[in-house]
Each structure stands twice: as structure tokens, then as C-alpha cells.
């Protein structure tokens, strides 16, 4: 590794004169190097690294690094309006960076979430030093990969970021009123009153969001998707099994490796949003959930900005962490095995007793019925996944005794079962409101009665009177399931507040939302003609290789 010059801090202009700010670390030797860069929008000092390792490390690999402010955000000049600049001012940045002193005209992109989003914008219009770039839990289309998911608004998420960045803004101008109180709900999320950004911050993109509740032009103009349809460059794709923006991360990869020239990786841990370590929730992965990214990053840009033959070309491009094993799995792509079907089956009290529903492989042809109320009241609360805060694994076993959750739970394994891939719900329902919600959450039983979380869904459904089959797309997953131990679905009408609760008509968002709201009762069919059903990816068939730590991540 190289020594590494002292941290300078440089300036650039884009193309209506606004200025950024930059920090660059460069390698303490001779010679042309190339440039890695991220744009982000919470303090270039920060420089990602909750998730990265310090840029320091990576200009020690010899590369200079680049960690730029975006408009309106710490140092750099200009209004912050989120998303709406980076594609113009990304553009400019790869350009400047490309021209630094010592660099060698390749520029390769690299940072999570809203410094993820930076490289796709700038990726747009194709400036020709940007060679590649390593995109990480991104919204593809911003609408159902970000904001909303199965047409219910994710509330939890966004509230607290929104949140999060008005406060840095009235830091920014110096409000201190208002910075004082909104740290303060920063830190009492989830909010009674999530109506402080109405008062505090009336220009928050919060604000949009809700009203464009539908996927509209407002979010074809914003989304990276209606964007990107021309661009080709390598891209090192990164995502966890429980943060909120996987749907982004899968969909852009299968969009590209579908049709794209150039060399597409996916790599997906057992993370949340951050941080990517080996405990994720109540549940410890192991060392080798531990993150590989940095080193993985580094071998990613030694071969496509310095032209070294690393052997990433000669391995599989996907790499999955399957939990449970807790080892990294390779597939040729995205595995696509045959759905296994498991069926719901009831003696009618599956709200009542975990022994009354049950999940079996044969459909009943006799149609039985549960009978599901939701009281705005108490809605069902939100525990771990993909979509609460905190996320991840956690034993749910008292949140499944709770009588507005309808449970159905196989027999034990009789050997270990893979999966790997998407789970789909289809549940067979109706109900006495004009709208409602379905949230469902597959978890693993242990022969203790512990219950943990394997992946879930959600979806805001707008006929309650249609006797429909409606399908709920859970999250995917990589996951062995012991032998002896069972799987369980368990339904509710709310997952509060990681989403918005539905009040009968729609979603409830404020106090005066929730004063209207009313009881909903639906009525789950299962067995008969109608029978409700889960979708599972059994992957005993599939073929797939343990990837060698050292080769792979080394």
C-alpha cells in the first residue's frame, strides 16, 4: 500500500456557476492514478464511512479520491432540491475529476443510498471518463423501489430521512429554532406528529411524495429508470437482504445483465441499510457476514480503471450471503428455481391459536374462512424486516399471539430446505371497507417456540368487496431453514409505522387522518376453489457453489 498525502480540499464550478466543494486524497507517489469518486449530501467529512471503509484506505490502493458536497449540502453553494441537479452536476464533477493533477482520465463511482443514486445520475448523459461505477442500494424507479411499496407509503423510512435532511438544512441556514426541534423528533421517531415537517420544513420532497400516490410523470421525470435505458458501463451492484431499497438494487442489476455489454455483479449480504456487519437485528451471521465491499471495490476498479487482470471475469457474477448457512453462494445470475406451494388451511381460529392454521403442501378441497379484525386503535406494529427501523432479524413470537394476526405454520422440515430468490403471497380475501392493507411475513419456528423473520411484504389494496387473489411481493431472500424446524406465514392488516395505516378509504398520515379511520375486518379464504397460497423459491434443485473467501473476497 502507498502513503497518502494530507487531505486537501479543492473547488469546482458547474456549468451555472455554482460551486462545489471537494475533498481529495492522492497517493504520496509519482505517476498518473485514477480517480474515485462520490457525491453525497450529508458532509463530505462523513465520506460514507458507517458502511466504507475511509477514503484514505482506498487512495493507499492508489487511486486518488474524490469526496464532493453535493449543491446546496455542506460547504458547496446552491439550493439542495433532492435529486433534481445530479445529472447536470454529476456530469460536471466526473469531468473535473477526470482533469485533476495526476489523474490518469478515468473515473470510476462508488457509495450507498443517496451517494448510490449520484452515480446513476451521473451516469445519464455518458461523459467518457466514466468508466464504471459501484452503485448500492439504490431506487431504480423511485416510486416502487423507494417511496412507496405495493402502493402503500413507506412511512417509517421516509419520515426519519426526510426528517434527517431538514434538519441539516436549518443548520445550514442557521435556524436554530427549528434544528433544535427537529433533532428532537429525529431522535422520538416513530412520530404522533409527523406533521412537524408541514411546520418546519414546507419545501421537504416529503411533502411531494405523499401526494404523488400514484406511479405518475412526476415519478418518471425523477426515477433513474427512464434515464439509464442507453447507458453501458461495468457496474458492481450492492445490496442487503433486509434494507428497504433491495427492490432498487435487484431491478436495476436484471435490467442491465439483461441487456447490457459489459460485465454486471451482484452482491447481496445479510445487511440493512447500514450498518454491514455480522449482527444484523438479534441475529449474528457470523464472520463472514462481516462486509467484503471494500476489498471486493478494490479488485472491481484494479480491473476495469487500471486494466489488471484480477480474475473478477473469470468468476460468477452473483453472489449471494444464503442466512442460515451463513456462507456466500455463486450463481451464473439471479437464481430462477420452481415456486414450491404452500397452502393455508384452517380449523377458522388461526387468530387465536397458533395450532388452527397451518401451511401444508396438498390443498384442502374443503373452503374454510379466518376472520382478521384491524382496530386503528392498536394497529399491528412494526418488528425488524426489511421496512421498520431498526430492521432485520428478531424473534416475533409475541407479536404472533396477538389476535389480529392470523398465523399458519407447517410441520417440521424433515431436511434442510434452500430458498433463494423471490416469495410471493396469495392471499384469497375480502373485506367490509373499500380499501386495506395486507402485510405478510414469513418467518422461521424453532422447535423452543422461538419465532424469527425471514423476509416480508406489503400491499395496499383499494376493492375490499372483490373476493380477489391478492399477491403480496416479499422481499427476496437467500435462506436455509433447518431441518426440524417449520415455516410460518403470518398475515395482518397494518405494519405500523413502517407503513402508513390504512384507514378504511386510504392512508392515514396525520391526527385528522386517524379520526376517521375505521375498523376493517377481512375474510380469508383458504382451501376450496379460492384457496389463499405462499410461493416459496425451493432451490434443492438448483445448482450453486460455495465461493472461496480468499479468492473471491481477498
Same mark, same amino acid.
Given at each position: 500500500?502507498?502513503?497518502?498525502?494530507?487531505?486537501?480540499?479543492?473547488?469546482?464550478?458547474?456549468?451555472?456557476?455554482?460551486?462545489?466543494?471537494?475533498?481529495?486524497? #492522492?497517493?504520496?507517489?509519482?505517476?498518473? *492514478?485514477?480517480? %474515485?469518486?462520490?457525491?453525497?449530501?450529508?458532509?463530505?467529512?462523513?465520506?460514507?464511512?458507517?458502511?466504507?471503509?475511509?477514503?484514505?484506505?482506498?487512495?493507499?490502493?492508489?487511486?486518488?479520491?474524490?469526496?464532493?458536497?453535493?449543491?446546496?449540502?455542506?460547504? =458547496?453553494?446552491?439550493? *439542495?432540491?433532492?435529486?433534481?441537479?445530479?445529472?447536470?452536476?454529476?456530469?460536471?464533477?466526473?469531468?473535473?475529476?477526470?482533469?485533476?493533477?495526476?489523474?490518469?482520465?478515468?473515473?470510476?463511482?462508488?457509495?450507498?443510498?443517496?451517494?448510490?443514486?449520484?452515480?446513476?445520475? +451521473?451516469?445519464?448523459?455518458?461523459? =467518457?471518463?466514466?468508466?464504471?461505477?459501484?452503485?448500492?442500494?439504490?431506487?431504480?424507479?423511485?416510486?416502487?423501489?423507494?417511496?412507496?411499496?405495493?402502493?402503500?407509503?413507506?412511512?417509517?423510512?421516509?419520515?426519519?430521512?426526510?426528517?434527517?435532511?431538514?434538519?441539516?438544512?436549518?443548520?445550514?441556514?442557521?435556524? /436554530?429554532?427549528?434544528?433544535?426541534?427537529?433533532?428532537?423528533?429525529? #431522535?422520538?421517531?416513530? %412520530?404522533?406528529?409527523?406533521?412537524?415537517?408541514?411546520?418546519?420544513?414546507?419545501?421537504?420532497?416529503?411533502?411531494? !411524495?405523499?401526494?404523488?400516490?400514484?406511479?405518475?410523470?412526476?415519478?418518471?421525470?425523477?426515477?433513474?429508470?427512464?434515464?439509464?435505458?442507453?447507458?453501458?458501463?461495468?457496474?458492481?451492484?450492492?445490496?442487503? !437482504?433486509?434494507?428497504?431499497?433491495?427492490?432498487?438494487?435487484?431491478?436495476?442489476?436484471?435490467?442491465?445483465?439483461?441487456?447490457?455489454?459489459?460485465?454486471?455483479?451482484?452482491?447481496?449480504?445479510?445487511?440493512?441499510?447500514?450498518?454491514?456487519?455480522? /449482527?444484523?437485528?438479534?441475529?449474528?451471521?457470523?464472520?463472514?457476514?462481516? @462486509?467484503?465491499?471494500?476489498?471486493?471495490?478494490?479488485? !472491481?476498479?484494479?480491473?476495469?480503471?487500471?486494466?489488471?487482470?484480477?480474475?473478477?471475469?473469470?468468476?460468477?457474477?452473483?453472489?449471494?450471503?444464503?442466512?442460515?448457512?451463513?456462507?456466500?453462494?455463486? *450463481?451464473?445470475?439471479?437464481?430462477?428455481?420452481?415456486?414450491?406451494?404452500? *397452502?393455508?388451511?384452517?380449523?377458522?381460529?388461526?387468530?387465536?391459536?397458533?395450532?388452527?392454521?397451518?401451511?401444508?403442501?396438498?390443498?384442502?378441497?374443503?373452503?374454510?374462512?379466518?376472520?382478521?379484525?384491524?382496530?386503528? !386503535?392498536?394497529?399491528?406494529? +412494526?418488528?425488524?424486516?426489511?421496512?421498520?427501523?431498526?430492521?432485520?432479524?428478531?424473534? #416475533?413470537?409475541?407479536?404472533?399471539?396477538?389476535?389480529?394476526?392470523?398465523?399458519?405454520?407447517?410441520?417440521?422440515?424433515?431436511?434442510?430446505?434452500?430458498?433463494?430468490?423471490?416469495?410471493?403471497?396469495?392471499?384469497?380475501?375480502?373485506?367490509?371497507?373499500?380499501?386495506?392493507?395486507?402485510?405478510?411475513?414469513? @418467518?422461521?419456528?424453532?422447535?423452543?417456540?422461538?419465532?424469527?423473520?425471514?423476509?416480508?411484504?406489503?400491499?395496499?389494496?383499494?376493492?375490499?368487496? @372483490?373476493?380477489?387473489?391478492?399477491?403480496?411481493?416479499?422481499?427476496?431472500?437467500?435462506?436455509?431453514?433447518?431441518?426440524?424446524?417449520?415455516?410460518?406465514?403470518?398475515?395482518?392488516?397494518?405494519?405500523?409505522?413502517?407503513?402508513?395505516?390504512?384507514?378504511?378509504?386510504?392512508?392515514?398520515?396525520?391526527?385528522?387522518?386517524?379520526?376517521?379511520?375505521?375498523?376493517?375486518?377481512?375474510?380469508?379464504?383458504?382451501?376450496?376453489?379460492?384457496?389463499?397460497?405462499?410461493?416459496?423459491?425451493?432451490?434443492?434443485?438448483?445448482?450453486?457453489?460455495?465461493?472461496?473467501?480468499?479468492? #473471491?473476497? /481477498?
Amino acid at each position: 500500500m502507498l502513503k497518502v498525502l494530507p487531505k486537501q480540499t479543492a473547488s469546482m464550478h458547474t456549468r451555472d456557476r455554482v460551486r462545489l466543494d471537494a475533498d481529495i486524497y #492522492r497517493p504520496d507517489a509519482d505517476g498518473e *492514478f485514477p480517480v %474515485l469518486l462520490m457525491r453525497q449530501p450529508y458532509g463530505r467529512a462523513i465520506a460514507s464511512t458507517v458502511v466504507y471503509a475511509h477514503p484514505t484506505w482506498y487512495a493507499a490502493h492508489g487511486y486518488i479520491v474524490v469526496i464532493q458536497d453535493v449543491r446546496g449540502r455542506g460547504t =458547496s453553494e446552491g439550493e *439542495f432540491q433532492l435529486f433534481t441537479h445530479e445529472i447536470t452536476d454529476g456530469e460536471d464533477a466526473v469531468n473535473w475529476a477526470a482533469n485533476l493533477p495526476s489523474s490518469n482520465g478515468k473515473v470510476g463511482m462508488y457509495g450507498f443510498s443517496y451517494q448510490g443514486m449520484t452515480q446513476l445520475y +451521473a451516469a445519464v448523459n455518458q461523459p =467518457s471518463a466514466l468508466t464504471t461505477i459501484c452503485p448500492a442500494m439504490i431506487g431504480y424507479d423511485l416510486y416502487t423501489d423507494w417511496a412507496y411499496e405495493g402502493g402503500a407509503f413507506c412511512l417509517q423510512t421516509n419520515l426519519a430521512w426526510a426528517i434527517q435532511l431538514a434538519t441539516e438544512s436549518a443548520r445550514l441556514r442557521g435556524d /436554530k429554532t427549528a434544528y433544535q426541534a427537529l433533532f428532537a423528533a429525529s #431522535r422520538n421517531l416513530p %412520530l404522533t406528529n409527523p406533521e412537524i415537517l408541514q411546520q418546519l420544513a414546507p419545501d421537504s420532497f416529503y411533502h411531494e !411524495w405523499l401526494a404523488h400516490s400514484q406511479p405518475d410523470a412526476y415519478w418518471e421525470k425523477l426515477s433513474p429508470k427512464q434515464h439509464l435505458q442507453s447507458v453501458d458501463l461495468p457496474m458492481f451492484h450492492i445490496g442487503g !437482504w433486509f434494507d428497504t431499497y433491495l427492490r432498487g438494487t435487484l431491478h436495476l442489476y436484471q435490467d442491465m445483465a439483461a441487456r447490457s455489454t459489459t460485465p454486471q455483479h451482484l452482491l447481496v449480504g445479510p445487511w440493512a441499510h447500514l450498518p454491514w456487519g455480522r /449482527k444484523v437485528g438479534e441475529i449474528d451471521f457470523g464472520i463472514k457476514a462481516a @462486509s467484503p465491499v471494500d476489498r471486493m471495490q478494490v479488485r !472491481w476498479f484494479d480491473q476495469f480503471l487500471k486494466g489488471e487482470n484480477t480474475g473478477l471475469l473469470d468468476e460468477s457474477p452473483v453472489c449471494l450471503f444464503e442466512m442460515g448457512s451463513n456462507l456466500w453462494r455463486t *450463481f451464473s445470475n439471479l437464481p430462477t428455481p420452481t415456486d414450491k406451494s404452500y *397452502f393455508l388451511s384452517t380449523s377458522g381460529l388461526a387468530s387465536i391459536r397458533e395450532d388452527s392454521g397451518t401451511l401444508t403442501t396438498q390443498s384442502s378441497e374443503l373452503s374454510t374462512h379466518d376472520y382478521l379484525v384491524h382496530d386503528p !386503535w392498536r394497529p399491528v406494529p +412494526a418488528l425488524g424486516g426489511h421496512a421498520a427501523i431498526p430492521a432485520g432479524v428478531f424473534e #416475533r413470537s409475541h407479536i404472533d399471539c396477538r389476535c389480529d394476526i392470523l398465523t399458519y405454520t407447517s410441520e417440521p422440515l424433515v431436511e434442510n430446505l434452500h430458498l433463494a430468490g423471490d416469495v410471493v403471497a396469495k392471499i384469497s380475501c375480502t373485506a367490509d371497507q373499500p380499501s386495506y392493507d395486507l402485510c405478510a411475513v414469513l @418467518s422461521e419456528v424453532y422447535p423452543d417456540g422461538c419465532v424469527y423473520n425471514l423476509t416480508q411484504g406489503y400491499v395496499h389494496c383499494r376493492d375490499g368487496a @372483490s373476493n380477489i387473489s391478492t399477491t403480496i411481493q416479499l422481499q427476496p431472500t437467500c435462506v436455509r431453514i433447518a431441518k426440524g424446524n417449520a415455516l410460518r406465514l403470518s398475515l395482518s392488516a397494518a405494519c405500523f409505522p413502517a407503513y402508513a395505516m390504512n384507514s378504511g378509504t386510504g392512508a392515514v398520515i396525520s391526527s385528522d387522518n386517524l379520526r376517521d379511520a375505521q375498523i376493517i375486518t377481512l375474510t380469508v379464504n383458504c382451501g376450496g376453489e379460492g384457496n389463499s397460497q405462499i410461493l416459496l423459491p425451493d432451490c434443492c434443485g438448483e445448482s450453486f457453489g460455495i465461493e472461496s473467501q480468499n479468492r #473471491r473476497h /481477498k
